[in-house]
Each structure stands twice: as C-alpha cells, then as structure tokens.
C-alpha cells in the first residue's frame, strides 16, 4: 500500500513520544516473544523482562545460562534460546542453545535443557560468534542463524528448526558484512534484511550505536544498502540512530502483531530521561520503497483524525461556525446572500468589513485567530453527541486532543489514550453497540481508551480498548464520507486507516 | 468555487439577454426608429405577445407532458423491482418541490420538522396523490431512475416545477423477505438531506454538498420482515440536486436480495 507521505512529513518533525512504563533496564535484549499472553525479552547477563501488555514492564526470571545478547525464537512448542559466552580473550567465543516449552516459571513445563553449541570462533579467524540473531523463513520454514561482531565478518548459519541445532555442522558459515554487530536477518516481500548496529556500544550517551541495513533477493547475499554498496565493503543504509532524549540504539528485533501491524525493539545505550540507563524501547516498523523504516509513537498533542478512505475528519455532530465568524458577502456575486452568509450580531472576530477596494476575497485584512472552543461550544447539547465525518475546516468540533492515561496499561509500545475535544471534556467513546459517541467528560471507562497503532504503510489504526458486548477487537472505521463507526478492522481496506495529522 | 447549475438557469439567461437587448437597443440611432410605422409596430407587438404567451405556457406544457421529458426518470412498469447490481434503490415516490430555503444543520431540522402536510412522516402516498400546502397543490408521482441516482433536478424541470431552495420529500417501501439485522442505510445527496427509516430518523448531513456514494451512512439498525418504509427530505440551494440510497449489510457490502415498491402507480 502507499506510503503515506503526510504522515512522513509528521515522522520528519516526531521526536520519541514515550519510554515503556515500568522497568525496562536492559542491554543486547532479544527479540521480544509472548508466551501465554506474556511479552518476554532477555538480555546480557541473563536479565529478564516480562510484561502483561507489552506497555509495562518488571524483572523477569534470569535463564540458567548467562551469556551475552541472547535471541529467542519460538518453534512449534519450544522456544529456543541461543547465548553467546566469551571462551577465552576476544575474539573466542561460542553461541549455546538452551530450549524450554515455557517461559512462564510458574509453569509446570518450565525447565530449560542445555542443547550444546552451534557456531564458535577459535579467536584467530574473522570473526566472533557473540550476538545470534534468527530468522524463520516465511517462504520455505527454514531456520537461520547470523552472528558476529567488530572481529571481522557477521556470518551465516542454518539451523535445524526441529531441534535448533546446526543442520550441516562441517559447511562453512557464509560471510555477509562487515563493521557491525547485533545483527539480525528479516524477510519481507521476497526480500531478505540484514539489520545490524554500527558504531560504539556501551559508552552510555556517547555510544555511537544506530542500526543500518542492506538487502538481498538471496539469503546467502549479497546484501546491499540504497546506494548499491556491499555490507561486506561496510554499506549499510541507516534504519534509526539517536534522537530526542535516547541515545544509541541497537539489537533490532521483530514484532509482527499482525493485521498489518508490526513493530520492532531496540535498547538504547542510554535514556537521559532514566539517567543514561540502557532501556527496551518498541516502536512501529513501517514499509517504505521496500526498505524498512523506523516509525514513531504517537506523541501527545491535538490533531485532526482524517480518514485514508474519504479525506474528511472526525467531528461532534454539531453546527459548525466559520473560523472567525461567519462573513457577510458584499456586493452581489454568486452565492451572495445564500445560507451560510449572514452575518451574526456583531461578527467573530476579524469579521469586519474587508480592506476598501478589495472585496469579499480579500479578507478581513486582519489575522483571524483560531476558534475558542468555549465561544462556539455554548450551543452543544450538554449530554452525549454523536460523532461524524466532514470536510476540515480548522473549527473546535474537529480538534481532538490526544492524551496518554497513566495507569491504565497499553500495548506494545504505547499507553492507552484518552481522546477528548481540545479545549473541552467531550471526550470519544465506544458504545455498547459498536458506535462512536462523545460523552461529556472522560471518566476512565475502558470504551474511552483508546489504543492508537502505526500500520506499515504510516497511517493509523485506532481502536476502544473495549466495545461493550462486541467479543472482537473493533476499529474505528470510516463506513460513509460522513459517518464513522467501530468495526472488524481489515488490513487490505483503507476504511480503519487514519491519518493523525496537525491541524 | 461556486456551485454551477446542471444547466444554465433560466433566469439568468434572460436576465443577460434583456440587459443585451438593453444596450443593443440604447445603440439603436433615433431614425430608425422613426422609420417604423403603426402596422409594423403592430406586428411587433404581436410577436412579442405571442412568445411572452409560449413561454408562459411552456411550464404548463411540460407538466402536462410530465416526466416524459426527465431524461433519467420513467414511470414504473411493474409492482416491485429489484436494487440495482450495486444495491440502489432505484424506485420512489416524490412529492413536488415545495419552496424552502436553508442548509445548515439547525435550519435543515427545522425545515424538515415543519409540517407541510397531514401525517407527513408517517403517510405512504400512492401515485398522484395530491397534497395542499401554502395554496399550492402538489403531487406524488412514481419513478424509476436510470441510474444509480435520482436526479431531482430532471424530475423538478420536467414538471415545470422550480430547482432551487426548494424540499422534495422521498419515499419508498423496501419489501424484505426476512428480517435483516446490522444493516445500514447510506445514502448521498444534493444538497442537504434526512433520511428515516420506519419512522426513525437515522440520518442528517447538512450543508451545501454534491452527491457522494454512502455519503451519510445510519447506525446498524434492522430490516422487519414485509414491508419497510424509507423516507427523504432533500433540500437544495441553487443548480444540479439529486441523491442516491441504499442499504449495506454487516460487512458493509450492498445489501441485496429485497424488492422496492412504490404502491400501485396510476395509469
């Protein structure tokens, strides 16, 4: 699907919204992986985190091997763990498989089994089998592993998917880039990514960390970035580097939800806002010309919700006034004298007469000032409105201001939000029967959160966190030009894709 | 921009041809208008009456002739019809433009909820009723449209009625050979318009607005078994006004599989 460049427009402003709630210290973490509806991640030195909603974070329960930088995928009923250890000076090093069929230690089936080594370095060759990173081949279910870092070549591998091992022990590893670590393969549209982290890890907010990538029609490579250049001659088109207050992402890993939904982790090096900490964080991975791309959460702060589908905005199903009242149209001309073109005692602000000479299209000849949504909101009925669709006229009923709610979890990501009328309480809500209303003043119900996920292409899928009796996530969703509802949200369709724009 | 009529208005024509007239004859050197004697005058006069006379006559000529002369409309030929491949309700009874004036929100509720005639929200009119409103008569009148659309205007100008800031009140009955829940009606108009559905008014878009598709769309309401009224009040400021209906089912696909009828049409 097209990507939607208004939205690009908006990421080339973005700065990080939120940090994940909870704690969320880690260094190297894995790709994130659920089990019995917990997101899991682990890191260097056995550290551990575990979440109920991917939003709120706490310790976990530290495997039995501790190495560096482990990754975890999830095959058939085992979930299996390869770490890194360092056998002797750098770069000596060898990657181990533990397995479990949970990762859940209150489950009786929660035991980890040491299933021996798949990839080493002796420290003389190029290369240092540190940072396994997998991938499961959606094309053919085969299972591959990359590894390495600085010491000369990340290297591929394949694995066994059954059991996890190496699946030809004695056929050499194939060597695919250079000047990079944390590296990690993913698969997309007949494409094959290889993400991995340039610059310097673990020098706190001087760490030079960010996450380049290339790609190749074949696994074995080569992978080249944007410009055509080899990973194996150092290329790598960047992915994200720091931003905001974080400093230094690496350790990419793949969230796909599903429903076209996709994020990805990455720890930064340090979060100034946690005093330099290594934190998770999890972001939307967006699609662009076939290159993958960092997206944002959203950020706090007003916004006009306009529908992919028909162009037209959430509004209050109320009376609009023209910003700055409405302007009488002088002197005859189409549409002279027609409805919309009284004007109201006295005028709005700016409605005076325009500048001598110029007429109706040379406007006030002042500077209108944006709507006061307590000037025009004094005829809006006192109890619940409807909502509905309209073309944007920069007026109060279509301002939505757009607030995280602290305690009431979230989502891989991101909190629930709350959102309300800017300047005013009415705040959006989901009825019982799968329709949308504006209630007077946000109380908290879960019909009034709001969870908000990028989609690949950049637009917005916006869904209650619940919808009365309806037993299926539902999803805003622009059924007319002018009418919107909550419904089953379809991936192929534009109807539930929103844009989340400035207004 | 402004909103351009379908065709030019009549109105204006005139206007730009009487003020040419105007100035050609303010052109006119004195003498030649002394060279006309009384006869000649005479004829002229004649002349003049006899078009001034036509074009009074021709709205009534074209009532007369009905909806023959409406490109997109024709007189219904059987008892139900089917929606068409893409679900619109093709069938309607529509009651003579009646003047009104106003398109925003609280003028369009206001105009709608006046009462123009007995039971106007609850009556189901056969063809060629007649109701009285303001000392003016105006008729119901059956019709199947070519298109997706109805197009208010062709129905308006082929009765010699006007087109602009005027009501048209819609309806038709939607045969369902079993209840259907979780539909929507979605309809699109020019200009504003209300829809009710079995009594229930279930949409309001407002404005000065051009027909869109599934424009103003209900909440999920259900279809009895039998018969179920649709009702429309489309208002319209000035030029080209029309509107098209149907239903959506669950999945918001075009609901199919009823018939419309619009009670027995007269002969």
Redesign the interface.
Request: hydrophobic share 15%; proline share 11%; aromatic share 6%.
């Given at each position: 699907m097209k990507f939607l460049t208004q939205t690009a427009a908006i990421l080339a402003l973005a700065v990080r919204s939120f940090a994940l709630d909870g704690d969320v210290r880690i260094h190297d973490p894995s790709t994130i992986v659920r089990c019995d509806g917990k997101y899991y991640t682990y890191g260097t030195g056995g550290s551990c985190l575990v979440s109920d909603d991917g939003w709120t974070w706490r310790r976990g329960t530290t495997p039995p091997r501790r190495g560096m930088a482990p990754d975890v995928v999830h095959l058939n009923d085992r979930y299996f763990m390869y770490v890194a250890r360092n056998v002797g000076a750098q770069p000596r090093a060898d990657i181990n498989l533990i397995w479990n069929k949970s990762l859940d230690p209150n489950s009786p089936d929660y035991r980890w089994e040491e299933a021996g080594v798949v990839a080493s370095s002796d420290g003389i060759e190029d290369c240092n089998a540190i940072d396994p990173g997998l991938l499961l081949d959606p094309k053919d279910g085969r299972l591959w592993m990359v590894y390495g870092s600085y010491f000369g070549y990340i290297r591929l591998v394949e694995l066994d998917p059954k059991a996890g091992g190496r699946k030809n022990p004695i056929d050499p590893p194939v060597n695919l880039a250079i000047n990079c670590e944390a590296s990690i393969m993913i698969a997309h549209d007949g494409w094959y990514y290889l993400l991995a982290t340039h610059g310097s890890c673990c020098r706190g907010a001087d760490s030079g960390y960010n996450i380049r990538m290339g790609r190749s029609k074949i696994i074995t490579g080569p992978f080249l970035d944007h410009e055509g250049i080899d990973m194996m001659q150092g290329g790598g088109k960047l992915f994200t580097g720091s931003g905001g207050r974080v400093v230094g992402p690496g350790h990419f890993g793949r969230i796909n939800l599903g429903d076209g939904v996709e994020k990805f982790s990455c720890h930064y090096e340090a979060d100034l806002d946690r005093g330099g900490a290594s934190v998770l964080d999890i972001r939307p991975l967006l699609w662009k010309d076939g290159w993958p791309l960092a997206g944002e959460n959203l950020r706090e702060g007003t916004y006009q919700i306009a529908s992919v589908r028909t162009g037209t905005v959430l509004e209050l199903a109320?009376?609009g006034v023209p910003v700055g009242g409405r302007r009488e149209r002088r002197g005859g001309g189409?549409?002279a004298g027609?409805?919309?073109f009284a004007r109201p005692g006295g005028g709005g602000p700016g409605a005076g007469g325009p500048p001598r000479g110029a007429g109706f299209f040379g406007g006030t000849g002042g500077v209108i000032p944006s709507q006061d949504v307590g000037q025009v909101s004094t005829n809006w009925p006192d109890g619940n409105i409807d909502l509905r669709m309209a073309n944007f006229l920069c007026q109060a009923q279509q301002k939505w201001r757009i607030t995280a709610v602290t305690n009431a979890g979230g989502y891989p990501g991101s909190p629930y939000f709350k959102i309300t009328i800017d300047g005013a309480d009415r705040a959006l809500a989901a009825t019982a029967?799968?329709?949308l209303i504006a209630v007077p003043a946000f109380t908290g119900a879960p019909e009034q959160l709001w969870r908000i996920d990028q989609l690949t292409d950049g637009a917005w899928r916006i869904m209650p966190k619940s919808a009365g009796s309806s037993k299926e996530p539902l999803a805003l969703s622009a059924?007319?030009?002018?009418?919107a509802?909550l419904?089953k949200f379809d991936a192929k369709s534009d109807?539930q894709r929103w844009l989340i724009k400035t207004p | 921009m402004e909103k351009q009529p379908t065709r030019s208005n009549e109105t204006g024509v005139m206007e730009r041809d009487c003020a040419e007239s105007q100035s050609q004859h303010d052109r006119q050197p004195s003498p030649l208008r002394l060279a006309f004697d009384t006869a000649t005058l005479r004829k002229i006069i004649f002349s003049v009456l006899l078009v001034l006379a036509y074009s009074t006559m021709q709205p009534i000529a074209n009532a007369a002739e009905g909806l023959a002369s409406a490109p997109t409309l024709t007189r219904p030929t059987s008892a139900n019809k089917s929606p068409s491949a893409d679900g619109f309700i093709q069938r309607w009874l529509i009651l003579e433009p009646i003047r009104a004036n106003g398109l925003t929100d609280h003028a369009v509720q206001a105009l709608v909820k006046k009462e123009y005639f007995s039971n106007q929200f609850t009556v189901v009119p056969k063809d060629g009723d007649m109701v009285a409103f303001d000392g003016t008569e105006h008729i119901w009148h059956a019709v199947d449209t070519k298109e997706y659309n109805v197009n208010l205007y062709h129905f308006a100008r082929a009765l010699g009625k006007p087109t602009s800031n005027v009501l048209l009140w819609g309806v038709t009955i939607v045969n369902c050979p079993e209840e259907i829940s979780g539909v929507r009606l979605a309809i699109g108009s020019n200009a504003a318009s209300v829809w009710w559905v079995n009594g229930q008014e279930v949409i309001g878009i407002y404005g000065d607005r051009q027909t869109v598709i599934d424009d103003g769309v209900s909440k999920r309401l259900t279809l009895k078994k039998g018969p179920n009224i649709v009702r429309c009040a489309v208002l319209n400021g000035g030029g080209a006004t029309d509107f098209c209906a149907r239903f959506l089912d669950a999945n918001d696909k075009p609901l199919k599989g009823f018939t419309v009828s619009a009670g027995e049409v007269a002969k």
């Open positions: 109320v009376e189409p549409g027609g409805p919309g029967d799968g329709e059924v007319g030009s002018s009418f509802t419904s109807k | -």
